[in-house]
Antibody, heavy 120, light 110 residues
Framework: EVQLVESGGGLVKPGASLRLACEAS????????MTWVRQSPGKGLEWVSS????????YYADSMKGRFTISRDNAKNSLFLHLSSLRVEDTAVYYC?????????????WGQGTLVTVSS | QSVLTQPPSASGTPGQRVVISCSGS????????VTWYQQLPGTAPKVLMY???QRPSGVPDRFSGSKSGTSASLAISGLQSEDEADYYC???????????FGGGTKLTVL
């Protein structure tokens, strides 16, 4: 069974940094691209960033470029998202998801999410 | 503001057929396939439809997807109470070089 478990969320002040992690199990992690999607409280889904299976290719939503950094460690079946210069509007549940092979918007397994709250 | 436009709400009674629309542009829906996600209250999203009209295993055939030009639709027939959820469309955008989500549609089963 595919499992994705996020961690690292919490309450931080504006301008702070945070590192989110996503531990994967139940599949060959290195065979899949991975992505982060966030959801602000009561709002819709927003794509944040994606990384190719080998980590060679990185993709970011325009509003996250320069502040967020995606990475992965295939030996440890782990995906990461480093958040810096956090803003109040970055408050959201951050989900990691596995990318299916069929299309760029097929995220076929999701974690339960980790809540990041940015507040002074 | 989402570039993919969905109605914020939809509703129907048990047994009815409901259609949720997703309007985009030539750089996203017009050129690429559409994925639909279902998000039950308090849970993570789940794939309901991919490649516009393909159902993952386990998704009932009451759900169907289609696309015409720059718009896509998700149809739910034989509406059931457990279908009450938020539904999101998604499509790759060639101009942004990334995936776009619609704003979501909250489906209420009356």
């Amino acid at each position: 069974e595919v499992q994705l478990v996020e961690s690292g969320g919490g309450l931080v002040k504006p301008g702070a940094s945070l590192r989110l992690a996503c531990e994967a199990s139940g599949f060959t992690f290195g065979d899949y691209g991975m992505t982060w999607v966030r959801q602000s409280p009561g709002k819709g889904l927003e794509w944040v960033s994606s990384i190719s299976s080998t980590g060679s290719f990185l993709y970011y939503a325009d509003s996250m470029k320069g502040r967020f950094t995606i990475s992965r460690d295939n030996a440890k079946n782990s995906l990461f998202l480093h958040l810096s210069s956090l803003r109040v509007e970055d408050t959201a549940v951050y989900y990691c998801a596995r990318m299916g092979h069929v299309s760029g918007t097929l995220f076929d397994s999701w974690g339960q999410g980790t809540l990041v709250t940015v507040s002074s | 503001q989402s570039v993919l436009t969905q109605p914020p709400s939809a509703s129907g009674t048990p047994g009815q057929r409901v259609v949720i629309s997703c309007s985009g542009s030539s750089s996203n829906i017009g050129m690429n396939t559409v994925t639909w996600y279902q998000q039950l209250p308090g849970t993570a999203p789940k794939v309901l439809m991919y490649s516009t009209d393909q159902r993952p295993s386990g998704v009932p055939d009451r759900f169907s997807g289609s696309k015409s030009g720059t718009s896509a639709s998700l149809a739910i027939s034989g509406l059931q109470s457990e279908d009450e959820a938020d539904y999101y469309c998604a499509a790759w955008d060639n101009r942004l070089s990334g995936p776009l989500f619609g704003g979501g549609t909250k489906l209420t089963v009356l």
